[in-house]
């Protein structure tokens, strides 16, 4: 009877301890690698299960948040709100309207975000130039990025003090780079639609910037492109540009292109010039040529390049052969030329040719290409 008894006990404590598997008490590392594979989508409908699902992906969840100025001034003012309630969990803000008076008069740098300990990005939605965020600063920032999109500027109904709609104003959004100069552990930078126009000789801020990505800029002399590597610390540059941008026939971008100036980029590790296509809309070819892409093959002026992306542009593929040759007698340490362009000639065929040549030429170097 008594032995009876000890069975049965020990079944019912294996009964305890033999769950069945779930997404909930996996390991983290398998449950990591499972998320891997699924979108953000996918993970907040598995929350909507259940309080204990919802509860276990919630810190997945809300690490990128998004909110409106009304939302981070609410957030000032009370325990309750949406931010303060998740302020451990969250990495990336953005912020989705434009507010002209909230960014000159609310300091939600001291007065919010210091007290979100893990954010590491900011988005902000802005339609003015930067100079108001250089009495702005952060030492937990990592990444910034000023955008504007008139839509949310249109569109959204202000609830707020001194909030004016109306139309965009055309005039260029200037930025310096001395206006990021309080983000002491900034290493990411993006911009869209900003101009530059500051001098050499301007004041250079200790920063510890590697990464910039440009949407739209443009510039004008005596501004060089090379004056965001001042301190020769960028190892990834990327240029993207809209086909219906008039800056790209302009004078500023070819003699960067041509390196009339030449401009110190020795420290780049990536660099990528990528033109978008809308064919809705009447727009510009921009041609590349055989020299261009040697120029990048020059160990001289980029030593330390290894991978360059050139997308959306018109090429003439029938004249990259002799190129080939030339970037085989190269140097150089650029490992991955990575090109998506549309044919100037419209002759698919010789693309197996030139990967074939390619092959057997460039042995250490690897080719991407693709014909749009």
Known sequence: ??????????????????????????????????????????????????????????????????????????AMDSKENFIIK???????LRIIDSYSYGEWQIDFFT???????????????????????????SDNIEQLSLYFEEDSFNLIKFSLPNAKQGNFNSSPRIFRLDHVANFKMLTKLSLTDYHFNWEVESVKPVLMIHDISLHNCSWEYPFKLSQ???????????????????????????????????EDFKSLEELAIDITFDFRKQAWSKFLSNRLILRFYNRKDFP?????????????LQNFKETIKNISCSDSDLYLLDL?????????????????????????????????
Not at 113 to 136: A, D, E, H, Q, T
Not at 229 to 250: A, G, M
Not at 345 to 371: A, F, M, R, S, T
Request: aromatic share 10%.
């Open 86 to 92: 998740h302020k451990n969990i969250i990495r990336q």
């Open 304 to 316: 330390n390049l290894r991978q360059l992306t050139l997308h959306g542009w018109y090429f003439a």
């Open 111 to 137: 007065d919010l975000l210091i007290n979100i300990p893990n954010l590491k990005r900011l988005l902000i939605n802005s339609k003015n130039s930067s100079n108001w965020i250089k009495y702005r600063g």
């Open 228 to 262: 965001f590597n001042y301190n020769d610390n960028i190892k990834k540059l990327k240029l993207t540009y809209s086909n219906q941008n008039p800056f790209l026939l302009s004078e500023r971008f070819n003699t960067f292109l041509n390196d009339d100036y030449h």
């Open 1 to 74: 009877m008594k032995r009876k008894q000890e069975e049965e006990g020990l079944s019912h404590k294996f009964r305890k301890t033999n769950h069945e598997l779930s997404l909930l008490n996996i390991p983290d590392d398998v449950l990591n690698l499972i998320l891997s594979h699924l979108s953000l989508t996918d993970v907040i409908h598995l929350s909507c299960l259940d309080r204990a699902y919802r509860s276990c992906f919630s810190s997945r969840i809300f690490t990128q948040v998004k909110a409106p100025w009304s939302k981070l001034i609410e």
């Open 340 to 372: 998506k362009v549309f044919d100037s000639v419209n002759d698919c065929n010789l693309i197996p040719e030139i990967k074939q040549e390619w092959k057997q030429l460039c042995v250490w170097k690897k080719l991407k290409l693709e014909v749009l």
